[in-house]
């Protein structure tokens, strides 16, 4: 994905005040990793919220594993400073600014990977999959959600029909994501799909929403001109031809997936042998 990773961070930066307000998707998605863990049988000393936002999961998270500690880290200084506000001042949880491709912990350090709506704005999912599965201890659980390439169809269709602009994040495959994760050496990937549908009263309302929670344009590719009155209202009559109603109907794919550590990998010319399976000599 060929994202500009300066307006990721600018846009939710600037989404931080109002991220809490606008995250339904992220509630929808949280329940739903929740749900998936509750029949796990996690033993949990260590957990990372990557992605952590306003700290929300974070939060649940140390409800969930009392005896855990929670770190919570996101690349976005303003919504940390929100998390770091909502933490009460008995939580144990802890928070820290990094990028998620380079994160600042020890190998086989964490015991649960928590990601929730993250991969959408990385762009180096490999590299970050690798990041992962370095800290998570062997057998460590990796959990996270994302977005498929049907979410947005419509959103899509409409600006197509306008100009050749790029508008819309290109959602990987539940698939790629799954074969990304066996190459970076996590192990036995298990991913499902779930949908979502979601109705505006008009584009305004739309937009509202993934300005509010910082999920606007950052292509790099995409026109850095202003969207004229015109085309705006061009678009927003090509995405209402779509409906029944007098409405916007948009349709979320949200894919869940978890796999798990598989221990530390063998860099290149590097052989690791388990010292219990060396014989003795007679």
Known sequence: MNLRAQDVLRRFDRAAATF????????????????????????????VDLGCATGTASKLLARRFRRAQVIGVDHSPAMLRVAKDK???????????????????HDQSVDLVFCNQL????????????????????????LFASL????????????????????????????????????????DPV?????????????NAMFRDLTG??????????????????????MQQALQKGSSAAVIELELELVYGHCWGSGPR?????????????????
């Open 148 to 187: 498929g390439p049907d979410s947005l169809a419509e959103l899509r269709r409409a600006w197509a029909a306008v100009d050749e602009g790029a508008h819309v994040l290109p959602f990987a495959d539940m698939h790629n994501i799954g074969d990304a994760a066996v190459r970076a050496g996590l192990s």
């Open 119 to 142: 991969l959408p704005w990385i762009n180096d999912v490999p590299a970050m999959l690798e990041e992962v599965n370095r800290v998570l201890c062997k057998n460590g659980l990796f």
């Open 20 to 47: 809490d307000e606008f995250d339904f998707v992220h509630t929808v998605t949280r329940d739903g990793l929740f749900e998936r863990l509750e029949p796990m049988l996690v033993e949990a000393k260590t957990i």
């Open 266 to 282: 063998a860099r290149a010319g590097e052989v690791r042998i388990d010292p219990q399976g060396i014989g003795r000599r007679r």
């Open 213 to 234: 929670s910082g999920a606007r344009n950052c292509l790099a590719g995409r026109n850095r001109a202003l969207t004229g009155k015109g085309r705006f209202a061009a």
């Open 87 to 105: 933490k009460s001042w008995l939580s144990k949880s802890s928070f820290l600014e990094a990028d998620a491709a380079a994160l600042p912990l």
């Open 191 to 203: 991913l499902d799909v779930d949908r979502l549908k979601v109705a505006y009263q008009d584009a």
